[in-house]
Every structure is written in C-alpha cells, then in structure tokens.
C-alpha cells in the first residue's frame, strides 16, 4: 500500500474504500488484481483492507479486530449523521471484552429516524439518543460506554451482561446517576430485566471476564456470596491480596 493510502486506512482502523484507493493512485485493475493475490481483502462491498496475520492473537481477540474493521467499513458506507455506533459493536471500540456476545452482525442505532431493522446485513436498532449518550471512539460516533453495556446487556445471557457490567465499572467511569437514567430509559426494552440484574450484580472489582463468570457460577449454585480483591496486611506492611475472601470462613 502506497504512503497516501496508508495514511488514510490508518485513521480508520486498517479500513478504506474503493474511491479512497483510486483518489490515492491505485487503477480499478490494481485493485482487482490485489484482492485476487489476496494482499488486500473485501471487507464489505466497496470496502477493504490490507490482509492481517492475526495468528499470535487469542481468538477473542482476533474476533474483536475482525468486527472493528467490519464496523468501520459498514460506518463508511453510510451517510454521516444517519446512524452511531452501539450495542456490542460498540464495546468493540470502547475496549471492552465480548464474551459471549454475538459478532456476527454490526450494531447501530439510527439517528435520522428511519425504520429500524436488518439492512444489507447490519442491524439497526430505533432507539432515542439523547446527546448525552453519544461519544466519539476510535474516529466514529457511537454510543457512551454505559449506554453501550446497557443496550448489549438486554440482548444477552446474565453471565455475559455481568461480564460486561463488571468492565465497564472497572475501565470507566461511570456514575450512579447516569446508570440511573439509563435504566429508566430501557425499563421497557425486551430483555431489560436482564440489563437491570446485571447492574444490581455488577461489580467493578472483578478484574477478569473469568472472575465475573465465577461470581456468577458462586451465585447460581448458591455458594457464599465473596468480598473481591481483599488485601491482607502484618506488622510488616502486605502480605499479599486474594481475588475473593469469603469473611465467615
């Protein structure tokens, strides 16, 4: 890929279109002719990107990088201002882990007011965005973290919403007021008593998507309910701290 090209995929997160690649001095026959070698791939129609060796990567995380691009080439492929970013395409760029979440189609939420639905395989979601819920992550507009953990959340197992609550208490902050609000405004969302459970549950102390699926399974099989990240201390300062103290034993 040419300096120009390169420049302009870069601030996309590897992303760039057809037109991006003509304007920076690639022919329509190079084009075809780097997608057959497969030095480039077809990410969407009229979308593309360099050819990445993920191998040294978890899985998950290789999911995660296959979705951001997905996502960014679905955000270019659409008039700006028509739609944000959300539900779980969102926590990709917000960081977040996606643990049992499905990333088999973008997520956004529309802001011109059209119908919602499956579009060209991407699903819009209709939902009243105040400006308050939007932000600005990895150069595209989608929905604030908690709004994102929220949305996602009514759409999920309990086990992967707790996961997803725990982040984003963890990674962010996030305040009471602002779960409050969110939580008014999904009461009557399907699957919200799921999001609202995991809220009551959350915890942002669990430092791992394991800790949050372990309290969880603790909870389910009614084990004792823990006290996380406890540190122990002597006379000589700390000893050492443990991911969960049960007190009573």
Known sequence: MNPQL??????QSGV?????AIA???TPGQIRRRLADGRWVRI??????ERLDLSALPPWEQARQHHRRLV????????????????????ALHGLPLWGLDLGQVHVTRLDERAGGVIAGVRHHVGQLAPVDL???????TTTVARGALETACTASFEAAVVIVDAALRQHTITPEELSRLLGVIEYW????????AVDFGDGRSESVGESRLRVLMHTYGLPTPVPQ???????????RVDYYFPRY
């Open 72 to 91: 960014h080439a679905v955000m270019q492929s659409w008039r700006a201002g028509a739609i944000a970013v959300s539900h779980q395409s969102a926590l």
């Open 135 to 141: 932000i600005e992550a990895d150069g595209l507009v």
């Open 44 to 49: 969407r129609h009229g979308q593309y990107g």
């Open 230 to 240: 406890v540190e122990f201390h002597d006379a000589d300062g700390l000893i050492g």
């Open 190 to 197: 399907p699957g919200s008593a799921t999001a609202r459970a």
């Open 24 to 26: 920076g001095g690639y």
């Open 6 to 11: 390169k420049l302009v995929a870069e601030q």
């Open 16 to 20: 760039f279109s057809r037109q991006q």
